[in-house]
């Protein structure tokens, strides 16, 4: 690639090695058995001793003056968090994880109040960044893949502009994955439930030789599906899959050659296949609870077939066609690292990352029903409307003559999002003994294509609609049906973005205070560009150039922290960040928007008393939301695809506290205790605005997910240690989340179920069993061990879609 940063880093790696050429790596001192160097840490580990690298340099998570969680390996192993998304399940504090339709591989990530309602648009950027392995993951599509084998996983609370830019408006997620070790060893897991749960993970470090350490990872992930869909209409080709079905596999290949004591080259490749079916969009009692919005005659139909709001649904409705997503990864991170001397180190990263993600949702009818005279008028027949199929190769299977009453069914065929992404980025990270320092230059570029094409799989066939066909996906073809539906073929978009940034941040220490006093101060200078085509429109070639997005930041951070004693800190930080703009692909009109930024004040508290048995942090927050993006569906009953994104005027505020306490009173007891309470203030001149809609569009500006209150805690007990080390360890989690708007895409008068969560977990596991040269252990499992129900997204029209119910397991896992 042309990019001079790129060259700078072949250039980087070319002159280390020459430096370091001369030195040899020292003989290695007799190193652990793999299965030792494995072995599930005690229950009790302390987290707070957890090292994490939020502000590019090593350091104990309890020192950082930052909001910041972690999750180490053996929490992650005890809480069964095997992706990204599992943290909808096990959350943090003031962290909120939504599937976004029901869709486990595309996330909507909230974050102190900072969300993106309609993350599946290829051109617009969310508001939580991640990363793995320093390297930033820019489609939602791509948010909730399955972890191979992390080390850590760690949440950054609040704006961090500064050290990782844009998008990371909100925080930052941080994906840390475990490097080739250079011993030979392995660990594999096999793992089943009901649902037919089935997990199957493996990893193998290669013993080093010439400098060289090889790691190799597998997975395999199989889930038969939640809801099982209904018995399948004549007309139905194979696309049949449960709802919730999901069958993911990937493999992993990380290298390490480390030719002398300074110098360091980290490679890794992942390949990753998902196929993923949507959750099922339950509709409870449509016309006792939302008359304005869906239509009284379809409670006959749907009402009376669905369980309360608190209740499971195993069965579809009907017999539907459900195809899956099916999402393929390909992930290069190359690392060179040279240590200058014992407080200098230069280092750089780069990244390529391919994403292609294409296939249909069925949202069940649940919304998009059609009955509009000027689209159906009376006395339509299926020929009369010119109703096809989508796929060539797929009829109807239903005559002609067949009359047609209203349409539903909306289903989105075709949904492809190719994003191409490359990014490289130079560091140089120091120490004196009152000064640590990072410098930086980054270069980003993704080329993404957005491709979609709505269609409908439901015939309602008496004037009653209590009559109904569920067919293969159909449109209704002509200009008329075109332009109010968008189903008149694909529109296919395109968008460019490239990124130029450099950052600073240097912390003092002043040797006056003796080390106690912290200075902190941050700079970033970006340069943001994003270039936008809109190629095809329903199917028609056009040359639709989306008005580009520009801006250049400087995103500043401040953070004055005093030691008070070596166990207790205070803080206070101010810190921006922002997400970039661009235009919604759903919009007709192709609508620009710009960027949206966020003000973050905070002050924090961090302790440990007794002996360090006792942890206690809290930290409270404000975050000033300029020109917030909003989607709104100006029609979503008839036209839910239909997206546009506007900014709000005016300064949205969020306020909140948090609050993590944690007892370890001996090595084999753990107990967290965690809670947050936010709210937030509308200005007064989106107040205004939203007085002046119409009554039918009011209500849609507010803040989703962001709920008032939220609590969790966790249990982690080793129950029994033996002299040989055989351990029984007990893990209980439990999280609760009062209700909450769980979207902003629409007005309040069509009614929106509002979200919960509370849900139990608990695994136990007996660990250390020798069995020749391994290391055996057992678990059992069960989540939402009280079976509890409740809406986790929610769409127009009373429909939504509900938590995984309680779900039983066991676990085999050999180290050797």
């Known amino acids: 690639m042309k990019n001079p940063l790129f060259v700078a880093t072949l250039a980087t790696g070319v002159c280390l090695s020459s430096l370091a050429q001369a030195q040899t790596v020292p003989p290695a001192a007799p190193a652990p058995s793999h299965a030792e160097q494995t072995a599930t840490p005690p229950a009790a580990a302390d987290p707070a001793d957890i090292v994490v690298t939020a502000q590019r340099r090593e350091e104990r998570l309890q020192n950082v003056p930052i909001s910041i969680s972690a999750l180490g390996s053996g929490q992650l192993e005890n809480r069964g968090v095997r992706s990204v998304a599992d943290l909808a399940r096990v959350p943090l504090n003031s962290v909120s994880v939504q599937p976004f339709a029901g869709n486990p591989q595309i996330l909507v990530l909230d974050l102190r109040g900072v969300t993106t309602s309609d993350p599946g648009q290829g051109t617009i950027e969310p508001g939580v960044a991640i990363y793995e392995d320093d390297v930033y993951v820019s489609r939602a599509q791509a948010a909730g893949n399955t972890l191979s084998d992390p080390e850590r996983v760690e949440v950054l609370r609040g704006p961090q502009g500064t050290l990782f830019g844009r998008n990371a408006e909100g925080g930052a997620i941080r994906i840390v994955t475990k490097r080739p070790t250079g011993v030979f060893g392995g660990d594999l897991r096999v793992s089943a439930g009901d649902y037919g749960n089935r997990h199957y993970i493996g990893h193998l470090n290669l013993p080093e030789f010439a400098g060289f350490s090889i790691k190799i990872d597998a997975l395999h992930d199989n889930v038969d599906g939640y809801v099982k869909n209904g ?243 159909f449109q209704l073809r002509g200009p008329a049906a075109a332009a109010a539906l968008g ?154 695809s239909v997206v546009d994104t506007v900014n709000t005027p005016g300064t949205t505020r969020v306020r909140g506290v948090e609050v993590e306490l944690g007892i370890r009173p001996n090595r084999d007891l753990s107990v967290s205790l965690n809670g947050a309470y936010t709210t937030f203030k509308l200005p007064a001149e989106l107040l205004a605005a939203n007085a002046a809609l119409p009554a039918s569009a009011r209500g849609i500006y507010t803040v989703q997910n962001t709920p008032e209150l939220q609590a969790s805690t966790s249990i982690d007990w080793t129950v029994l240690r033996t002299d040989d080390n055989i351990t029984l360890n007990a893990h209980v989690d439990y999280a609760f989340a009062d209700s909450v708007r769980g979207t902003g895409r629409i007005a309040l008068t069509q009614y929106v179920w509002p979200l919960e969560r509370h849900q139990g977990n608990a695994r136990l596991t007996l660990d250390g069993i020798k069995v020749g040269p391994t290391a055996v252990r057992i678990s059992a499992y069960v989540n939402n061990f009280a079976n509890e129900i409740y809406p986790i997204y929610s769409a127009p029209s009373g429909n939504y879609i509900q938590n995984q119910p309680r779900q039983f397991g066991a676990e085999l896992g050999v180290r050797f």
Do not use: C
């Open 231 to 473: 018995t399948a209409p004549a007309p139905l080709v194979a696309h049949q899959y449960n709802f919730g079905y999901q069958n993911n596999t990937g493999l992993r290949g990380a290298v390490r050659f480390k030719p002398s004591s300074k110098l360091t080259f980290d490679y890794s490749y992942t390949h990753l296949i998902t196929h993923v079916a949507n959750d099922y969009f339950s509709l409870t009692n449509p016309g006792a609870r939302a008359p304005a919005s869906y239509p009284q005659f379809l409670a006959p139909v749907r009402g009376t077939a669905e369980p309360d709001l608190h209740s499971f649904n195993g069965t579809s409705w009907t017999g539907l066609y459900q195809d899956v997503y099916r999402t393929t990864t390909d992930a290069h991170a190359f690392t060179a690292q040279y240590d200058v001397t014992n407080r200098l180190k230069l280092k750089a990263i780069t990244g390529y990352r391919q994403l292609n993600f294409s296939g249909s949702n069925n949202l069940d009818g649940a919304f998009a029903f059609v009955n509009s005279p000027f689209l159906v008028p009376a006395g339509s027949t299926v020929a009369s409307l010119n109703i096809q199929p989508v796929y060539a190769n797929q009829s109807l299977g239903v005559p002609g003559t067949t009359p047609v009453y209203a349409i539903s069914g909306s289903n989105p065929v075709v949904n492809g999002v190719r994003s191409r992404a490359f990014s490289q980025e130079l560091q140089l990270i120091g120490s004196t003994e009152t000064l640590q320092y990072q410098f930086g230059a980054y270069y980003y570029h993704e080329d993404v294509s957005d491709a979609r094409q709505n269609a409908f799989t439901i015939l309602y066939t008496n004037p009653s609609y209590t009559s109904f066909v569920s067919l293969n996906p």
């Open 487 to 640: 189903t008149g073929g694909i529109t296919q978009i395109t968008a460019e973005a490239r990124t130029l940034a450099g950052y600073g941040q240097l912390t003092w220490s002043p040797s006056f205070a003796n080390g106690r006093l912290h200075l902190t101060g941050g700079l970033r200078y970006t340069d943001d560009k994003k270039d936008f085509l809109r190629s095809l429109n329903n199917g028609a070639p056009v040359n639709n150039i989306g008005t580009p997005f520009r801006a250049t930041r400087f995103d500043p951070m401040g953070t004055i922290a005093f030691d008070l004693t070596p166990d207790i800190n205070v803080y206070g930080r101010y810190a921006t960040g922002y997400k970039a703009g661009g235009v919604s692909v759903r919009s007709p009109n192709f609508l620009p928007f710009g960027l949206e930024s966020v003000r973050s004040y905070e002050l924090g508290f961090k302790s440990q008393f007794l002996d360090r048995k006792l942890t206690f942090n809290t930290a409270l927050f404000q975050n000033d939301i300029l020109n917030r993006q909003l989607n709104f569906q100006p029609n979503p009953l008839t036209a839910p």
